[in-house]
């Protein structure tokens, strides 16, 4: 793709990471900038499934959400519009299907806040010796096994399901997916070994190994844990405690992880997990502010009034998501309706701002304090805290 600096030049290696992106791609939900004798610009849109806050003890509710992908103006075109009419066709679309949400990933993260996105799921990646990596509270023993690339992709579908609901911010991955994520091919290893998958009936691992080592002379290997799902908690330190038992290994690196990793607790000694990076990664657009609110699930009661501003790109009537709102909610359900005259706001704030906190990563609170939240009544950032955060934090683990 020429705006993300990798043009097509026939490759074969090209040619097979293309056959695999193009066998989970809807071309229904794809669009150019068609100059009559070239193309200019794309943007694309999975249709995807996304989780959302959970009410106490629940597994997270999910929704259809517009998974805009694949944006990206020709260096040659760049400032005639063509990105907004873009963004102005995804979300059209995405409207026209009923989704209430669009999410994306941003290339820059500075582009997507005008057109109505705020960024609402970090992921984080750690590292740790494995051996100064010893707990101090036990994970049980959960029975792994190591399996094969065919046997991994029978298995690990049903397993993530599964995980995918304990948190907010993540999406589903179809029978596509899976395909080119276990691929595999070699031109992808970067010079690490094949991926190994290690298995158990409630969770799994998929780790590589550096090469670069001689074990005869006292070398380790690195090796780097591109995925870890569990169930629950223990499963997953029953995971991370398999990776750091594994011979003749020294530094782990564990990618893809939530922000709030609640392995760290468990080490004789926290300061040896080390926080490598914290990254942005999934940026919402609520499209239907009422049905966005009403889908997703409180922790506790409350009563907000937003005074929602449009974003710097206007879509004009057609963008029904600003506005004033009256949220009541509670752990057993939710309304979300324009305001009634008098009914004063409790919180000012831009669509951007409303997407941040829809995921319920990032406190209201927090926002304030950088500018971006306004309190208009005393004590509405403390019930707008109490209502929308969640936890366990959301992840946004799958790339789309």
């Keep these: 793709m020429v705006p993300f600096l990798d043009p097509f030049a026939g490759d074969p290696d090209q040619v097979t990471d293309f056959e695999l992106w193009a066998s989970q791609s809807a071309f229904e939900r794809a669009w150019v900038v068609d100059l009559g004798d070239r193309f200019a610009g794309n943007a694309a849109i999975y249709s995807l499934n996304v989780t959302l806050p959970a009410p106490p003890a629940q597994a997270c509710p999910t929704m259809p959400m517009a998974g805009v992908t694949a944006v990206g103006v020709h260096p040659t075109h760049r400032r005639r519009g063509f990105l907004r009419q873009l963004m102005r066709a995804t979300h059209d679309d995405a409207r026209n299907r009923g989704e209430a949400i669009a999410g994306l ?9 005008r057109f109505g996105y705020g960024l609402a799921a970090n992921l984080a990646e750690y590292s740790i010796d494995s051996r100064v990596s010893a707990f101090a509270v036990q994970p049980p023993d959960v029975g792994l096994s190591l399996v094969d690339k065919a046997e991994a992709n029978k298995l690990l579908p049903e397993i993530f399901d599964r995980q995918r609901r304990s948190r907010a911010g993540e999406v589903n991955r179809d029978p596509a997916y899976w395909s080119q994520l276990l691929a595999d091919p070699p031109h992808n290893r970067k010079g690490q070994s094949a991926r190994f998958h290690a298995v158990c009936d409630k969770g799994y691992v998929l780790y590589r190994a550096t090469r670069e080592t001689n074990v005869f002379r006292g070398e380790r290997a690195e090796v780097i844990v591109e995925e ?67 889908t997703r699930g409180y922790q506790a009661e409350g009563r907000l009034v937003l005074d929602v501003l449009p974003p710097s790109v206007s879509e004009g009537s057609v963008d029904q998501s600003p506005g004033r709102w009256v949220l009541e909610a509670g752990p057993d359900g939710a309304s979300c309706r324009r305001a009634h005259r008098g009914e004063e706001a409790d919180l000012r704030l831009g669509l951007p701002d409303l997407g941040t906190l ?18 208009l009544k005393p004590g509405g950032l403390h019930a707008a805290d109490a209502l929308l955060t969640t936890r366990p934090s959301p992840r946004s683990g799958t790339g789309f």
């Design 105 to 113: 990933e941003a290339s820059e993260s500075s582009i997507y806040g």
């Design 228 to 294: 870890l799902r569990g169930s629950t908690p223990d499963v997953e330190a029953a995971l991370w405690r398999f990776v750091l038992d594994l011979d003749l290994v020294g530094r782990v690196t564990f990618k893809h992880c939530p922000v709030d990793e609640p392995t760290r607790w468990r080490l004789v000694d926290p300061r040896q997990l080390r926080t490598d990076s914290i990254d942005d990664r999934l940026y919402v657009r609520i499209l239907d502010t009422a049905v966005a609110f009403e």
């Design 358 to 375: 829809y995921m319920g990563g990032f406190p209201a609170s927090l926002l304030a304090a950088g500018g971006r939240v306004e309190e």
